[in-house]
Structure formats: structure tokens, C-alpha cells
């Protein structure tokens, strides 16, 4: 079974730039989560997808958004880019259980570098 | 909300010593707990979870982490460790409250094998 796959695997943008990241999650998994992850601020939640909605979202300004396709497949945007948005941007897939018991699984994430 | 906490940013162990990465958490209900481990320029891959039933779990590559819920601990351990076991170790719990369902990661710690 093929994991998480994200691309691209690295960017460079300016800053005041959009850009798109894309995350193609692990068949049969229909949730699909994001996180930045820093140095400073270690690995915080962006938001989550599920069946084409957005069911949490964490404490980030409107400049990010996200969504989510038919396929599970999600696309997050950035847009007027900041320095300070330079990270590493991982998504992850997980099967959704009732119990709240399945792990998640991460893909190896697109390092966005903003100038 | 749920939290989790790692004491230690970095933690020195030599080759073929036992090793302990420390966590404790803070939980409404039961704690859903899981660890993950990162390794440079890559995402986080999956070690072991605990939902409920014995206290001491095991893992991938060896690892496995001890639920104390008196302490409110999930500490990772592992009975002699590599040097390929150098990397960035991530605790992590499910957050189930008011139905957000997102996994909160703590700081990491950076775990040092010494040949």
C-alpha cells in the first residue's frame, strides 16, 4: 500500500507569493490533516479534511487554507507569502474510527522555503 | 484541553544502554497516547500507540513506552540502544474533546546515540 505522498518536496517562493502544496492521502483514508513544522514552534496543527469539509482548524491566520477533493486528495494554499511561513509542511492520512483509536501517518512533507 | 509534555529537549544515551524518552500528559477521559519519531528531512513515522489494556506497549524497532496513569506518564524506552535510534522523538495525544478530532504533538526531543 502506498503511504502518504506529498509534492512538491521543496519550494522557494518570495515573499507576497502564493503557493500550493498537495498531499495524496493512503488509499481508503478520507482524513487528511496538515502541520507546520519550525524549529521554534515544533509541529503545530493547520487543519483537518474529512469527506470534503473542514472539521478543525487550528490557530492559524486566513492567509492558509486548504481543501479537499472527491479522491481525499487535499491541497493546501498560502497565500501572501511571509519569512516567517518558511517550514516544513507535513500532512497526514488517517482512517476515521468512531474510537478515535487509528494513528495517523505522515507524508515526508514539502519544505517551503520563503525569501 | 489535552497536552502533552516532553521535559527534555535533548537526551544522551551510549550505544547498548538502555534509553527512556520522557512524557507526561494532561487529559480530560481517557488518553489516547502515541509516539512518533522523525528523522532528518523526512516525516514522522509511526512507533507505537496505547488506547487502553496493559500498560506497557510495544513497538517498532524495538521500542516500547509504559502508560502510568497515576503519573500521567507515557515514557518511550528502549532496552539497548543504536545509533540508528539517533533522531527526533515526538509524544502525541488524541484530542477527543468537544469532538475535535486532531493529535497534538509536544516539542520533540532530540535523541543522541553516542558510539
Known amino acids: 500500500k502506498a503511504g502518504v505522498t506529498q509534492t512538491p518536496r521543496y519550494l522557494i517562493k518570495t515573499r507576497g507569493q502564493q503557493v500550493t502544496l498537495s498531499c495524496s492521502p493512503i488509499s481508503g483514508h478520507r482524513s487528511v490533516s496538515w502541520y507546520q513544522q519550525t524549529p521554534g514552534q515544533g509541529l503545530q496543527f493547520l487543519f483537518e479534511y474529512f469527506s470534503e469539509t473542514q472539521r478543525n482548524k487550528g490557530n492559524f491566520p486566513g492567509r492558509f487554507s486548504g481543501r479537499q477533493f472527491s479522491n481525499s486528495r487535499s491541497e493546501m494554499n498560502v497565500s501572501t507569502l511571509e519569512l516567517g511561513d518558511s517550514a516544513l509542511y507535513l500532512c497526514?492520512?488517517?482512517?476515521?474510527?468512531?474510537?478515535?483509536?487509528?494513528?495517523?501517518?505522515f507524508g515526508q512533507g514539502t519544505r517551503l522555503t520563503v525569501v | 484541553a489535552q497536552s502533552v509534555a516532553q521535559p527534555e529537549d535533548q537526551v544522551n544515551v551510549a550505544e547498548g544502554n538502555p534509553l527512556t524518552v520522557k512524557c507526561t500528559y494532561s487529559?480530560?477521559?481517557?488518553?489516547?497516547l502515541f509516539w512518533y519519531v522523525q528523522y532528518p528531512n523526512r516525516g514522522l513515522q509511526f512507533l507505537l500507540k496505547y488506547i487502553t489494556g496493559d500498560n506497557l506497549v510495544k513497538g517498532s524497532y524495538g521500542f516500547e513506552a509504559e502508560f502510568n496513569k497515576s503519573q500521567t506518564s507515557f515514557h518511550l524506552k528502549k532496552p539497548s540502544a543504536l545509533v540508528s535510534d539517533s533522531a527526533l522523538y515526538f509524544c502525541?495525544?488524541?484530542?477527543?474533546?468537544?469532538?475535535?478530532?486532531?493529535?497534538?504533538f509536544g516539542k520533540g526531543t532530540r535523541l543522541h546515540i553516542l558510539p
Open positions: 502525541a495525544v488524541r484530542d477527543f474533546l468537544n469532538r475535535d478530532d486532531k493529535i497534538i
Open positions: 497526514a492520512s488517517k482512517q476515521v474510527s468512531f474510537f478515535g483509536n487509528t494513528e495517523a501517518f
Open positions: 487529559v480530560s477521559g481517557n488518553p489516547y
